[in-house]
């Protein structure tokens, strides 16, 4: 069965620092990955995805992710973190023809003034 | 403006009273899905329905059930609550996952407590 792991439930970063949260998932065959964000009292919002193609992604608010098919990775970074960051972070997967999008356990990231 | 909408966004009951959450998108999306998160597990699949009238089961459909009697609407039935449904609940749409990279929309959520 698909499976995703978020190394890490909560990480803290200075502001200005970098941003690196960490994702990794069990397929023998890529799948669809994506990151989603939470802010408080809200539902979640596409970061950005992968599908195929290149495999540095950019996203919103200055956030990438590279898929890394050798390390079955799709890690989160930003090279400089702004308050406004600070919220859960999930990565999902779907493998390719199916409906399911398989959630991590998140990831909630603070950021210190 | 694109969005899913669900309601109500809290709701405490007490065991065994039948509720309704309702879920509405507005993007013409032939998938919609239910969540519900809970602290440390993540967001698991309770059903999911590809088209009107096609519904499924998810990973943690026992104590739920759900309609599609039109395109925009999927609304949650708890016939008879019970407090290990006490949770945070999100509907999600998108297009066919069957293209593989149709992100999922989100609701903003309803937070559920059942006494």
């Known amino acids: ?113 | 403006e694109a969005q899913v909408t669900q309601n109500p966004r809290y709701l405490i009951t007490v065991t065994g009273k039948k509720l309704t959450v309702t879920c509405s998108q507005n993007m013409n999306h032939e998938y919609m899905s239910w969540y519900r998160q809970d602290p440390g597990l993540g967001l698991r699949q309770i059903y999911y329905s590809m088209n009107v009238e096609v519904t499924d089961k998810g990973d943690v459909p026992e104590g739920y059930k759900v309609s599609r009697k039109e395109k925009r609407n999927f609304p949650l039935i708890l016939e008879s609550p019970s407090p290990n449904q006490t949770s945070l609940y999100f509907c999600a749409s998108s297009f066919q996952p069957g293209q593989g990279n149709s992100p999922l929309h989100f609701g903003n959520g309803t937070r559920l407590t059942v006494t």
Not at chain 1, 19 to 48: A, D, I, K, M, T
């Open chain 1, 1 to 113: 069965a698909q499976s995703v792991t978020q190394l890490g439930s909560h990480v803290s970063v200075s502001e200005g620092a970098l941003v690196l949260l960490r994702c990794n998932y069990s397929s023998s065959v890529p799948p669809y990955l994506f990151w989603y964000v939470q802010y408080p009292n809200q539902g979640l919002q596409l970061l950005l995805k992968y599908t195929t193609g290149a495999t540095l992604v950019k996203g919103i608010n200055g956030f990438e992710a590279e898929f890394k098919k050798s390390e079955t990775s799709f890690h989160l970074t930003k090279p400089s973190a702004h308050m406004s960051d600070a919220a859960e972070y999930f990565c999902a997967v779907r493998r390719r023809g199916a409906q399911k999008l398989v959630f991590g356990q998140g990831t909630r990231l603070t950021i210190n003034p």
